[in-house]
């Protein structure tokens, strides 16, 4: 059976695209001024020391609990540059002690108990491929031990209401596992963040996620219908309604908590009909300012887009979309119920206005039957979450690759877009290649997805993270930015969340802890600061 890598993204002995891995290969040496890339072997697993657990597991958890190297290895980091680095040297010095696998939201009341009962840190996995310090245990002296709660086992679609248009489905559920549920019924979530493989339904929720389409329903939050909550103070059920009036909406509280307020067991989901028709085009730009313009003017003309995705001339060649000479908007438009020329028309119409080049023939609708549309899906799927592998080969190979997002209103982007370039390039101190993409657009704003490659400095590559990170969430938040768009706060971006959070609301945030969670065992340190 193929199993997840312990150390880096992905499955065991999968890595890029070989073509697309040669092809960085070459170019990046000239580009960075370094010598040919080298990789340096892969970690093994029999060659990891872990520390032996800190707690004795109780009779009533003891069944829930695994101390299965591979499992407490697996278990101790995110898929951030920093824990690629730190896994890929083989160190893994504050691993969970214990690994818990519950079955029920019984079982998950025990394990809170008894980490209460403890002081044992519960740090909620969800599928791992936190990039903010989100899953990693404590290392806080007031707690005894850390047990990673992996809810794998919660992982069905429980219910569907096709006249509501939405299911009820466990938060343990992986992307493909909630859309095989879905499948048979017609339906789809159609929330693809570049994690889907390996990330949860519960995961999404607690980070606000924002998944792989540019407009309508972007975040997870505006899928959310209901959710049921494992707490230390109880189950929170909140109730199942298309919209609510009454007070400030309980949902909220959890979406976004990362784990901090409770477990998210359960969800009723918004759903969707799969989608028939489709039409799209890669659309080219003389330059990136051409290229926000026409986004702007898409975003603002109501035609909602399902990818309106604008590379960068450095991003598009690095994606193999042109030559590095000009910005490609990857611009794409799905219904399941209807044709879409009208506002593939209207939209070519919006691009030329802006200088934009559109292909004759393109975005045509095209209509895909269920064998069609799986296998155009397969397609760009493929491609899109194949991606992460490459980042673990540029590590292998002394590479420093990093990404940072945030969102920012358009009269902002220009000034923001161009302060964190200069930032990134200082703060990297050598010949790095800062790359930007618009991931996701709205009528007020846009989500800029900047990428940094630079050589990586071999034994100090945490102290150029912590750098390079710093510089750029400082030049975003001063800019008008978010600290982060859809990444999540975690641990690593706490300090910049706690500028751009209100005192009054930050102590609101902390009472409900309190309430919630008064042993504050709940991934304490991730979004709000570990009690002293």
């Not at 004795?56 to 190297?69: E, T």
């Not at 993409?437 to 800029?448: M, N, S, V």
Request: net charge neutral; with cysteine; glycine share 10%.
């Amino acid at each position: 059976m193929v199993r997840r890598s312990f150390w880096g993204w992905g499955l065991e002995g999968v890595g890029p695209d070989p073509a697309t891995l040669a092809a960085v290969e070459a170019a990046l040496p000239p580009l960075l001024g370094m010598p040919p890339l080298v990789a340096r072997a892969a970690p093994r697993l029999e060659d990891v020391t872990l520390r032996a657990p800190r707690v004795q597991p109780s009779p009533a958890v003891a069944r829930l609990l695994s101390g299965d190297p591979y499992q407490r290895a697996s278990h101790a980091y995110g898929k951030s540059y920093r824990d690629l680095v730190r896994g890929f040297a083989g160190q893994f010095d504050n691993p969970p002690d214990f690994v818990a696998f519950p079955e029920t939201e019984t079982d998950l009341s025990a394990l809170l108990d008894f980490c209460a009962a403890g002081q044992i840190a519960a740090v909620v996995y969800g599928g791992g491929s936190s990039v903010c310090g989100g899953v990693e245990p404590t290392r806080g002296g007031r707690y005894v031990g850390a047990i990673s709660i992996d809810l794998s086992r919660m992982n069905r679609v429980l219910e569907v209401d096709h006249d509501s248009r939405a299911a009820r489905i466990q938060a343990g559920a992986l992307g493909p596992e909630l859309e095989a549920g879905l499948r048979p019924h017609g339906l789809t979530l159609r929330h693809y963040p570049q994690s889907f493989e390996f990330s949860t339904l519960g995961g999404w929720i607690a980070t606000r996620s924002g998944g792989h389409f540019a407009t309508g329903p972007t975040h997870i939050d505006e899928l959310v219908e209901g959710l049921r909550v494992v707490t230390p103070a109880g189950v929170v059920e909140t109730r199942r309604l298309p919209g609510d009036g009454a007070g400030p909406s309980p949902e909220r509280l959890f979406i976004g908590s990362e784990g901090a307020f409770g477990v998210i067991t359960e969800a009723w989901i918004r759903v969707f009909e799969r989608p028939r028709f489709r039409a799209k085009a890669s659309v080219r730009f003389p330059d990136f300012a051409s290229g926000l313009r026409a986004v702007r003017g898409l975003a603002q003309s109501g035609l909602m887009p399902s990818n309106c995705r604008l590379l960068d001339p450095l991003e598009a060649m690095i994606n193999g979309a042109a030559g590095g000479d000009v910005a490609v908007l990857m611009l794409a438009f799905e219904s399941a119920d209807h044709p879409l020329d009208a506002w593939a028309s209207r939209a070519a119409e919006i691009c030329r206005d802006h200088g934009g080049s559109v292909p004759d023939k393109a975005l045509h609708t095209r209509h895909e039957d269920a064998s069609t549309r799986d296998a155009s899906e397969n397609a760009w799927r493929e491609a899109f979450l194949r991606a992460p592998y490459l980042r673990d080969a540029l590590v292998a190979r002394g590479i420093f690759v990093e990404t940072f997002e945030t969102a920012v209103t358009w009269d902002k982007l220009g000034a923001l877009h161009a302060r964190v370039v200069e930032a990134a390039r200082a703060a990297a101190e050598s010949s790095a290649l800062v790359s930007c993409r618009i991931t996701h657009a709205y009528p007020d704003g846009a989500a800029p997805y900047f990428t940094v490659i630079a050589p990586a400095r071999l034994g100090a590559e945490l102290a150029q993270w912590q750098a390079i990170k710093a510089a750029i969430t400082d030049a975003m938040l001063a800019e008008g930015g978010t600290t982060t768009h859809h990444h999540a706060v975690g641990r690593d971006f706490r300090p910049w969340y706690e500028r751009q959070l209100a005192p009054h609301v930050r102590a609101s945030f902390e009472a409900v802890k309190r309430k919630l969670d008064p042993s504050s065992i709940l991934n304490p340190g991730v979004l709000l600061a570990e009690p002293a």
